[in-house]
Every structure is written in structure tokens, then in C-alpha cells.
């Protein structure tokens, strides 16, 4: 087992920030973690988990253990009437495994095509996109305890989805925060297929189609071109898509809302409360296209927010708590961040 020192990060987080690890393992196979909690040296450091840094702003040089995760494999695990289980290796990356499924001919996944990241990271904030969230399409997971080093097999409820939320992103308590390794996502895609419609975007492209039934490679397609219309790509311009989550309110503090602001955009929810579009609150705050720094608003998503050049995770963070403090003094609500910070 190599522990690498002093290892650039800008290539492995989306947001292209500048940070190094201090050491860094590689995990290509659940032996590497059992080599490292057996490693007197290593077994009681502090650890983070890195996938594909998509979903991240690191805010200075990691001090932590960094295991980047590339364990690869994707293979069917049955097929039966009611659907196909795949398993895939948490080093996999998620557009890539979306594509691959379609190929085979296990469609499910086409809503959730062009997220960056990798497979592990997919579960950890429970990835939505167009309509479909990960939890739709999940199985069960494998993970590795980094305290214990015990192997766990966990299902949905288990591993506690919410909406871009997992137990991933909590410590303390029940939470798994830089605790669980995942090591393998099992998927369970269900026959017969469904189009997966209902999302304005998407039932605009259906509606200019003429089309009565798409199948998923034509809503891949739509997804792949309304992503890259709306969205930077991480490979041109650092960001690590919506940097806040879309917030929810009651339906009093929503009327209420619009009666201020009627253009506000808001979606009803199935519990009764209202979820409101983020990055339309940012955008009336006039931060479209404003930077700290290097760090900007996007011009044509104010939930995006990019990195320039060489921004620092500070920057970053400055530009978000701005952000956070007007749309705060203006509709009262607190917006929360998306990424994890570290
Ligand atoms: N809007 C504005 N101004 C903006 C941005 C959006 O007015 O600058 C309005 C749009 O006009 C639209 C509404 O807000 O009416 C929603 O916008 P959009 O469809 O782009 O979706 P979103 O709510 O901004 C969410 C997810 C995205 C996901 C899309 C599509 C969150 C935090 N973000 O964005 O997920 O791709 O829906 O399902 O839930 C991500 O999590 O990183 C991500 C990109």
C-alpha cells in the first residue's frame, strides 16, 4: 500500500480549487482499507473519504487521511420479471455507469445522466435531477466501517435518504460522516421501463418532439442537452452544480412570500409544503454573473456558483455567505449549502 504525500487536490475536486493532501491512499479494492486500519500509522488518524470531489469546497489543505476511492466493476446481478440489480464500484463514474446501463438495455437511470461524480459519492447526497432522485433507483449499498473496520450491507432506510441528504453527511449519533467507506451501489431498475416525465424542462423538449413515447435514450439526450444548456461544464469551469438546496416553507410563509414577490417560483410538495427554486431567490438578489474574487455567480444559473481562475475555497465560502445574508434580509429564508465543506 503507497501512501502518496503531499498530493495536488485541484485535479480531483470539480471546483478546481487549489489544496493539497497531506497523504493520500489510493482504495482500488476493499484490501487496500483493510491494510490502512491495520497500519499502526495510520488506523487512528482522522480519515475523509474522497470520490470524485464533485460535490466539495475545500477550504485549505486536507489534513486528514484522504482515501480516494477507485474501486471500478460494473456487472448485472439478476434479471428477473420485475427488474434488473446491477452492482457497480464506487470509483465508477456516474455519467459513464448511466450510459453503460442504457447500453445494456437496463434503462432507469437516463433522468440522472451528465451528474458529475462518481458512483460512492451518488448515494452520499442521494442525487436528483429531472424528477428521479437515486433513492428511486436503489438497492443497497456496501460499505466498510473506518473505526471498526466491519463490512455492512445497507438498504435504503437504512442509509436514511432525504432530499440531497444521507446519513453520509451527518456525524455524531446514527450519522457515517468520514466513518462508512462505500465500496459498492446496487441498483434496482424496474421493468416494464416508465418514462420518467413531469419536470417543465423535460415536457418542454417532449412537447416540441411531437413525440407520444420517448424511450430513455431520447430522455438521456434531452437531459444530457438541457444540462449543458443551463449548466457549466466542471471540465471548463469549476463549480460543483447547485451550490444551495432548494428550500422548503410552509404554505402561510409562501402566501405570504407572494404577496411580496407574486413571480416568486415555488412547486407544491406531496406533504403540503412548498418547495421554492433557489437559485430564483438569488437571481432576484441581483448575484447573477457577481464575483468575490474569482469566485462568480454563474450567469445563466444564480444556484451555480463557478470559480474563474484560481479561486480559494474562501472566496467560495465569502461569496456564499453574501448570497446567504441577502436572500436572508429579503424573503427571511436561510439558504443551505449543498457541498460539503471541508
Ligand atoms: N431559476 C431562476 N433563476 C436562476 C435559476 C433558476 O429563476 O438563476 C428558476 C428557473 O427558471 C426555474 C426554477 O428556478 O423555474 C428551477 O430551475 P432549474 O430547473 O434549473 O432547477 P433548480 O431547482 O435550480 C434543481 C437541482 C439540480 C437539478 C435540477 C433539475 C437542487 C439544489 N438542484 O435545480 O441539481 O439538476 O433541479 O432537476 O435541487 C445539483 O444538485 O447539483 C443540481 C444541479
New binding site residues.
Given amino acids: 500500500m503507497l501512501v502518496e504525500k503531499n498530493v495536488a487536490l485541484q485535479p480531483y475536486n470539480s471546483f478546481h480549487i487549489v489544496a493539497k493532501a497531506f497523504s493520500l491512499v489510493r482504495v482500488t479494492d476493499v484490501t487496500d482499507i483493510e491494510r490502512v486500519l491495520a497500519s499502526p500509522e495510520l488506523r487512528s488518524l482522522p480519515k475523509f473519504v474522497l470520490g470524485g470531489g464533485s460535490n466539495i469546497v475545500l477550504t485549505g489543505d486536507v489534513k486528514p487521511l484522504v482515501l480516494k476511492v477507485e474501486i471500478m466493476g460494473k456487472r448485472l446481478l439478476s434479471e428477473t420479471a420485475r427488474g434488473y440489480t446491477i452492482e457497480v464500484g464506487a470509483g465508477e463514474n456516474w455519467h459513464e455507469l448511466v450510459r453503460w446501463s442504457l447500453e445494456q438495455g437496463y434503462p432507469g437511470l437516463e433522468n440522472l445522466a451528465l451528474i458529475p461524480g462518481t458512483v460512492g459519492a451518488a448515494p452520499v447526497q442521494n442525487i436528483?435531477?429531472?424528477g428521479l432522485e437515486l433513492q428511486d433507483r436503489f438497492a443497497s449499498l456496501d460499505v466498510v466501517d473506518l473505526h471498526t473496520g466491519a463490512r455492512m450491507t445497507l438498504d435504503a432506510a437504512q442509509c436514511g435518504f432525504g432530499y440531497?441528504d444521507s446519513v453520509f453527511k451527518h456525524s455524531g449519533g446514527l450519522g457515517l460522516k468520514d466513518r462508512a467507506l462505500i465500496t459498492h451501489v446496487r441498483f434496482f431498475l424496474p421493468k416494464p421501463w416508465k418514462a420518467v416525465l413531469g419536470?417543465a424542462?423535460l415536457d418542454r423538449k417532449l412537447a416540441a418532439s411531437g413525440m407520444a413515447q420517448p424511450d430513455a435514450q431520447q430522455i438521456f439526450d434531452w437531459v444530457c442537452a438541457i444540462r449543458s444548456a443551463?449548466?457549466p461544464d466542471p471540465q471548463r469551469l469549476g463549480n460543483a452544480?447547485?451550490f444551495?438546496?432548494?428550500p422548503t416553507v410552509t404554505p402561510e410563509q409562501c402566501a405570504d412570500i407572494i404577496q411580496r414577490e407574486p413571480r416568486i417560483?415555488h412547486y407544491p410538495l406531496a406533504d403540503g409544503a412548498v418547495k421554492l427554486?433557489?437559485?430564483?431567490l438569488?437571481?432576484a438578489c441581483g448575484w447573477?454573473g457577481k464575483a468575490v474574487g474569482n469566485a462568480a455567480v454563474y450567469e445563466r444559473?444564480?444556484?451555480v456558483l463557478v470559480n474563474r481562475g484560481q479561486a480559494t475555497g474562501g472566496e467560495v465560502m465569502t461569496l456564499a455567505r453574501a448570497i446567504q445574508t441577502s436572500v436572508y434580509e429579503r424573503f427571511g429564508i436561510l439558504l443551505e449549502p449543498?457541498p460539503v465543506v471541508v
Fill in positions: 436528483g435531477a429531472y440531497r419536470y424542462d443551463k449548466l452544480g447547485s444551495f438546496k432548494n417560483v427554486a433557489a437559485g430564483w438569488i437571481e447573477k444559473q444564480a444556484l449543498e
